[in-house]
T-cell receptor, first 114, second 113 residues
């Protein structure tokens, strides 16, 4: 069984500050890990994903995340927040078989203060 | 045009009514999914379909049914709507297994009074 926890349902940062959104997962098998973003009144879109290989993954809009197996974490970071980053962010996990389903975390709402 | 479309975008209905939410996609994907989103709970899987003849229950399928009319169309029905089915519903598609990106529609906001 797999699960995802996201520390902090709401995070506020100043424009230009570091963005750090935390994600920890539980999985009995090697995981695939994802970050999705949801802008207001829109569906989710993929920011980045880890499947295999390099544990530091770069995504769109300057975001990146690092898979740390020993910490069962996949935290999302961005060096400098922009107003347009304000959105809901979802971490997700799945197993590696073709029939595994994706399990989403509860989400973290990011606010960017001018 | 959007790759994944959902109709209606908003719907208010009364307790006990049957309602259908529709999803269409132009991405040519075999796999389609229905999720509901509730504040603080993230997205939970209702039903999923790996092809036209393969439909499976997700973690919260009670009170819902689905129909996969074609590769491009996947409908979700609430047989007898109840207030705790008030939520935001998303359809999604993917090209393959769990490593593949899911593409989401814009969502249907359903209110059951």
């Amino acid at each position: 069984a797999q699960s995802v926890t996201q520390l902090g349902s709401h995070v506020s940062v100043s424009e230009g500050a570091l963005v750090l959104l935390r994600c920890n997962y539980s999985s009995s098998v090697p995981p695939y890990l994802f970050w999705y973003v949801q802008y207001p009144n829109q569906g989710l879109q993929l920011l980045l994903k880890y499947t295999t290989g390099a544990t530091l993954v770069k995504g769109i809009n300057g975001f990146e995340a690092e898979f740390k197996k020993s910490e069962t974490s996949f935290h999302l970071t961005k060096p400098s927040a922009h107003m347009s980053d304000a959105a809901e962010y979802f971490c997700a996990v799945s197993g590696q078989t073709s029939y595994d389903k994706v399990i989403f975390g509860p989400g973290t709402s990011l606010s960017v203060i001018p | 045009d959007a790759d994944v479309t959902q109709t209606p975008r908003n719907r208010i209905t009364k307790t006990g009514k049957r309602i259908m939410l529709e999803c269409s996609q132009t991405k040519g994907h075999d796999r389609m999914y229905w999720y509901r989103q509730d504040p603080g709970l993230g997205l939970r899987l209702i039903y999923y379909s790996f092809d036209v003849k393969d439909i499976n229950k997700g973690e919260i399928s009670d009170g819902y049914s689905v129909s996969r009319q074609a590769q491009a169309k996947f409908s979700l029905s609430l047989e007898s709507a109840i207030p705790n089915q008030t939520a935001l519903y998303f359809c999604a598609t993917s090209a393959g297994g769990s490593s593949y990106e899911q593409y989401f529609g814009p969502g249907t906001r359903l209110t059951v009074t």
